[in-house]
């Protein structure tokens, strides 16, 4: 006969059974994960995942003193909602153009290039589109013929630097000048006027009350961070840009991807010069004067690193309203040029320097008060 379980076995199979955590309190539990992901925020904050966050919110801070000096100028502009509003649109209308010009900028300097024709390119493309030849298939034609030049003209910057292994500066340098003399020639050094109302009235009309050229810089800004952001082009532009021989190694064709980025920059200054074109009604062969300068300027400001493999369209955008504020709030006090250019030289450098705050006494005291509550 079985004997069944004595008193005795009961020690033996609990020491056999396996251990028993003890109970957890819910309000324990849900404070050391909010701990956890607290810190990981606070981790992407002070490491390179934040870096452009902490940019950009720099360069908003520059844009609030900016608007701060111009209230305080200015307190019988600013006093009105009317003016300001109307202001706000002048200031995106005045950066739309250079805005443009930008997105292209900054794809080439990330890409580890640097692009000294763009203002030349805008003013032969700007040129080729106002011919009474092109006018005559009217705006179509126009903007085809803008585009295509702009690409063209970015594509042979590509071939010499990519293929015919020139310096980016030398080679863009030499095709400012050669692009500039052929505008001169094809105009016959004559300001060419813009009879087609279609494109005159991109500078002219708005929708909602937005004038269509800060749309066109809206759907370019969109397209330049979708393309640097979400896609595979975008990811090897970095990878170029920061190291060329490790992308080659890679797999990625470096010269075929740099001939690209040319040719990107080209476009958008074929786009830009249809906007100019519509600003002024006519196009010559001055136009776009500095604006590479201004683009470069604009490029680095926004966090673009000038050797590559780092930058944002964002910041770019960033530093071309930048500079847009500080040469309308240069005109509401009717400073001289000679003033506005020393003091955008001194604002530029407090702008880069203010980069690179890195907030860690924000930080910390956030990382604190968080703690402390939990």
């Known amino acids: ?36 992901s607290t810190a990981g925020r606070l981790s992407w904050w002070r490491g390179d995942g934040g870096e452009g966050a902490r940019r950009n919110l720099a360069l908003l801070g520059v844009l609030a003193v900016l608007v701060v000096i111009g ?18 649109l002048s200031i995106l209308k005045l950066a739309a153009v250079v805005g443009v010009v930008t997105v292209g900028m900054t794809f080439v300097i ?21 011919t009474v030849a092109t006018q005559s298939y009217g705006a179509g034609g126009m903007i085809f013929s803008a585009l295509t030049v702009g690409l063209a003209v ?3 910057n590509g071939l010499l630097i990519s293929y015919g292994r020139l310096v980016p500066f030398i080679a ?64 090897r532009t970095v990878a170029v840009g920061g190291n060329p021989e490790a992308a080659r190694l890679a797999g990625i064709n470096v010269k075929r991807h740099t001939l690209l980025l040319y040719a990107l920059s080209g476009l958008c200054c074929g786009i830009a010069a249809i906007m100019l074109t519509a600003q002024a009604n006519s196009a010559q062969a001055a136009m776009a004067n500095l604006y590479e300068l201004d683009a470069i300027a604009a490029a680095i400001i926004g966090g673009t690193l000038l050797s590559g493999g780092r930058g944002t369209i964002i910041g770019s955008l960033l530093g071309v309203v930048i500079f847009a504020t500080i040469t309308n709030l240069f005109a509401i006090n009717g400073l001289s040029t000679e003033a ?21 006494s924000l930080t910390q005291f956030l990382g604190r008060n968080r703690l402390t509550t939990t």
């Open 71 to 88: 209230a305080l100028t200015r307190s019988d502009l600013y006093s009105n909602p009317d003016w300001v509003w109307d202001n706000i």
């Open 154 to 156: 970015g594509l042979i």
């Open 340 to 360: 506005q250019n020393m003091v955008k030289g001194g604002i530029i450098v407090a702008a880069v320097l203010v980069q690179q705050v890195q907030f860690r």
């Open 172 to 235: 863009t340098l030499a095709m400012l000048v050669a692009a500039r003399g052929l505008a001169a020639e094809i105009s016959d050094k004559q300001t060419q006027v813009s009879d087609n109302g279609f494109i005159n009235g991109l500078a002219s009309n708005d929708l909602l009350g937005i004038p269509l050229l800060v749309y066109i810089l809206a759907a370019v800004v969109a397209a330049g961070w979708v393309l640097l952001n979400r896609t595979t082009f975008g990811r």
């Open 110 to 130: 990330i890409g580890g290039g640097i692009d000294l024709s763009v203002g030349a390119i805008v003013a032969l493309a700007g040129v080729w589109c106002t």
């Open 1 to 36: 006969m079985t004997e069944g379980p004595t008193s005795t076995d009961a020690p033996e199979r609990a020491a056999q059974l396996p251990a028993q955590s003890p109970p957890v309190d819910p309000a324990v539990a849900a404070a050391a994960v909010d701990k956890v």
